[in-house]
């Protein structure tokens, strides 16, 4: 969601969200499984619906199509039959969200790991990416959304990705806050940390928000 005059790339209302799952048939006792790509987008999808309290219920095809025909798998080109309209109960889980001023207060507390999912040269400051200012939220570890994920984009095994969450100093038992430019690229690394079992959420506004606001400071 976008609203005019706001920020890029938001959450949608919960009652858009719900009208949006039934109208394809999802109900409260549905397994959802996301097929897709690039990872940013699968992974915003994810997170979407576990914010909106469907954890649990949710999973994502490790590599999506490309992965599922490169094992052999079949496929069909039909336009799939329209499903019965579902009936949904959404309820948002607060604690999947971290604002501005969750991050600014907490960003650098023991037991918190801000990780900004970014490529090097926009967490080093050596490009700006477009926004008001370049550089990291202060405290931030840079674990780049690219790195998540190897051949035909197949997230890597859980030792390959908890090494990356080693290096960047995130200790068993933190919560993870994720951000990057807009929310998307976050998303595959929430998807990461949710893999590895921490406890995480996403600062949605990242660092398009961040650098707008002069009094908050950067790295």
Same mark, same amino acid.
């Given at each position: ?6 920020? !890029? ?19 409260? +006792? ?21 914010? $909106? ?6 999973? *994502?095809? +490790? ?24 009936? *949904?109960?959404?309820? #948002?889980?607060? !604690? ?26 926009? %967490?080093?400051?050596? !490009? ?5 200012? $370049? ?18 984009? *197949? %997230?890597? +095994? ?20 994720? %951000? ?9 690394? %929430?998807?990461? #940390?949710?893999?590895?079992?921490? +406890? ?5 506004? !990242? ?13």
């Amino acid at each position: 969601s976008a609203p005019p005059g706001g920020l !890029s790339t938001e959450l949608p209302p919960l009652a858009q969200l719900d009208s949006a799952l039934e109208a394809i048939g999802v109900s409260d +006792d549905s397994r959802i499984v996301i097929v897709g790509y690039p990872i940013q987008t699968v992974g915003r999808l994810f997170f979407t619906l576990e914010y $909106a309290g469907l954890t649990g219920r949710v999973s *994502l095809l +490790d590599g999506g199509i490309d992965a599922w025909r490169e094992g052999g798998r079949p496929v069909e080109r039909a336009e799939a039959k329209a499903a019965a309209r579902g009936q *949904l109960t959404l309820k #948002a889980e607060p !604690s999947r969200l971290a604002d501005a001023a969750w991050v600014n207060a907490n960003g650098q507390s023991a037991g918190v790991s801000l990780l900004d999912a970014r490529l090097p040269e926009f %967490y080093l400051g050596e !490009s700006s990416g477009g926004q008001p200012r $370049a550089g990291h939220i202060p405290g931030a570890q840079n674990v780049p959304f690219a790195w998540l994920t190897g051949e035909l984009s *197949l %997230y890597r +095994d859980r030792a390959k990705l908890q090494r990356l969450f080693d290096q960047a100093g995130v200790k068993k038992g933190n919560r993870v806050v994720t %951000y990057c430019h807009l929310g998307q690229q976050a998303s595959a690394l %929430y998807v990461a #940390a949710r893999i590895l079992g921490y +406890d995480a959420a996403l600062y949605d506004g !990242s660092f398009e928000e961040w650098s707008r606001k002069s009094e908050l400071p950067v790295v």
